[in-house]
């Protein structure tokens, strides 16, 4: 099942938006240039680009995202985590983007960026075993990933509004490597301290193994806020528009 991570945040766009002058504007498919502006967006959106229709997203606000990881796995949870917040996708760094071409009707994209932290924080309940090892509790979660490269393939295609094309996003998948993952659940077994340390201590020490069972949901989930972040942008501006149209290229 398609895990779909609702985002909270909401910003009032102008509709038909135009690109901002403050801008530069590339020739299609121009991946060096499409990178130079991805990045000079993310580092002046964090709080807010309406006229490119973004919301403030560091922190991002999140409704809901529910894992739920079982069947014969050593690692058996559910975790759900309910008005809870994404940190740090400020801090994205692309660092190749293939795509954007004239024709962007059913066709694929590639993009990959890096992420220094980003970190899952808020409300959490859950339930399960991991190993030998019994885990309840609700309290606030922080799930702290470190030094990603996340790479995201994209399936656009062209939707017709009022008269004017603008890319959606189709399908996306996304994956990303990470060097490791902290854990940190208040509140665990009702407050008992010591079931509490042990537990968030042997979370921390099998990262790996309890990150490779949670991950394809984590994969689901993020591609998710990045879809949705990116059709946002999309959604404000009818595709031609962010190119160099009529040039000698
Ligand atoms: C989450 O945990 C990380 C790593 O321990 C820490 O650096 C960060 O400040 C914590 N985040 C919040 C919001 O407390």
């Excluded at 932290?117 to 922080?142: E, H, M, T």
């Excluded at 393939?153 to 004017?164: E, H, P, S, Y």
Aim: glycine share 6%; with cysteine.
């Amino acid at each position: 099942m398609r895990v779909v991570v609702i985002l909270i945040s909401i910003c009032k766009i102008a509709h038909a938006s135009i690109f901002p002058a403050d801008q530069e504007k590339c020739q299609y498919g121009d991946s060096k240039c499409i990178i130079r502006v991805a990045n000079n967006v993310i580092s002046k959106a964090s709080q807010g680009y309406p006229e490119l229709g973004l919301p403030v997203f560091d922190p991002l606000k999140l409704r809901s995202l529910d894992i739920e990881q079982g069947g014969n796995s050593p690692v058996n949870l559910k975790i759900h985590l309910r008005n809870f917040e994404l940190i740090g996708l400020s801090n994205t760094k692309f660092i190749s983007i293939q795509g954007f071409n004239k024709d962007y009707d059913n066709a694929r994209m590639e993009l990959k960026f890096n992420i220094p932290s980003w970190q899952i924080f808020g409300p959490y309940k859950i339930d399960g075993r991991v190993l030998i090892l019994p885990v309840a509790g609700n309290g606030i979660a922080n799930l702290t990933s470190y030094n990603n490269e996340i790479t995201m393939k994209l399936l656009t295609k062209k939707v017709i509004k009022q008269g004017k094309e603008y890319m959606q996003i189709e399908k996306s998948r996304l994956v990303y490597v990470t060097d490791r993952v902290a854990f940190d659940f208040t509140n665990l077994f009702n407050g008992n301290k010591l079931l509490s340390e042990t537990t968030n201590r042997f979370f921390n020490e099998n990262w790996k193994q309890i990150h490779e069972e949670i991950k394809p949901k984590l994969y689901e989930a993020i591609a998710s806020i990045y879809e949705s972040l990116i059709n946002k942008v999309f959604a404000a501006i009818p595709y031609d528009d962010m190119f160099i149209q009529g040039g000698s290229a």
